[in-house]
C-alpha cells in the first residue's frame, strides 16, 4: 500500500544547527511528495514541495530533494532557528480515481536558543 | 491565513454526547478532507468530499459522519462520543491542478470528558 515514514522525534537542536528529517515513502505510481509544518495552536501550512523525480523543493532556508531511487524526500536545513520550533509532517499525494493525501506522523522539532 | 475557516475552535462536551464540525474551504476549492489529529497518533485521513459528493474514505468510525452541501461548506458529525474521540479535527481544502497542495483550516479542538 500506500505509506509515509519519518523519524520519530522529537528532535532538540541548538540554535544554528543542522537539521536533516528522515522521510520515506511507499507509493505506486508517481507522487508529488510534500513536507508541511505545524506551528504551535495551527493548522498544517505547506513548507515545500516536488512533483517529480529530482526536483528539489525549498522554502525558508529548508530543502527536500524527491529521490526516486532510494525513495526518500529528506527535509534539511544548514542552520536552524528558535522559531523553526513546529511539527514537520512528510506527505505524499497520488492519484487514485481523486487525489489522496497520505501524511506521516509528524516529527517535532525542538530549537534552543 | 488559509482561507479555510472552521468552527468551533473548541468544544467540551461528555461522552455519549453528538457534536457537529463546521468548514468552509477556500472560495473556488471543490475538495474539502478532514482529518483527526490525535497526541499519538500523527495525522489520520478520515473522509474526502468533491462538490457535494463522497470521494474517498479512510479511518472513519461509524459514529461520524460527514456531508457536503451545495455551497460547499462540509460538516462533520460525531456521535456517541467516547473519550478517545478527543483530538484536534482538521479540515483542508484543496485546489486541484497538477501541483496541487493542501490548504488546512486552523483546527477543532475536541474534548470530551
Known amino acids: 500500500g500506500n505509506s509515509v515514514t519519518q523519524m520519530e522525534g522529537p528532535v532538540t537542536l541548538s540554535e544554528e544547527a543542522f537539521l536533516t528529517i528522515n522521510c520515506t515513502y511507499t507509493a505506486t505510481g508517481y507522487p508529488s511528495l510534500f513536507w508541511y509544518v505545524q506551528y504551535p495552536g495551527e493548522g498544517l501550512q505547506l513548507l515545500l514541495k516536488a512533483t517529480k523525480a529530482d526536483d528539489k523543493g525549498s522554502n525558508k532556508g529548508f530543502e527536500a530533494t524527491y529521490r526516486k531511487e532510494t525513495t526518500s524526500f529528506h527535509l534539511e536545513k544548514g542552520s536552524v532557528q528558535v522559531s523553526d520550533s513546529a511539527v514537520y509532517f512528510c506527505?505524499?499525494?497520488?492519484?487514485?480515481?481523486?487525489?489522496?493525501?497520505?501524511f506521516g506522523t509528524g516529527t517535532r522539532l525542538k530549537v534552543l536558543a | 491565513d488559509s482561507g479555510v475557516t472552521q468552527t468551533p475552535k473548541h468544544l467540551i462536551t461528555a461522552t455519549g454526547q453528538r457534536v457537529t464540525l463546521r468548514c468552509s474551504p477556500r472560495s473556488g476549492d471543490l475538495s474539502v478532507y478532514w482529518y483527526q489529529q490525535s497526541l499519538d497518533q500523527g495525522l489520520q485521513f478520515l473522509i474526502q468530499y468533491y462538490n457535494g459528493e463522497e470521494r474517498a474514505k479512510g479511518n472513519i468510525l461509524e459514529r461520524f459522519s460527514a456531508q457536503q452541501f451545495p455551497d460547499l461548506h462540509s460538516e462533520l458529525n460525531l456521535s456517541s462520543l467516547e473519550l478517545g474521540d478527543s483530538a484536534l479535527y482538521f479540515c483542508a481544502s484543496d485546489p486541484g491542478g497538477n501541483t496541487g497542495e493542501l490548504f488546512f483550516g486552523e483546527g477543532s479542538r475536541l474534548t470530551v470528558l
Open positions: 506527505a505524499l499525494r497520488i492519484t487514485s480515481g481523486t487525489y489522496k493525501y497520505i
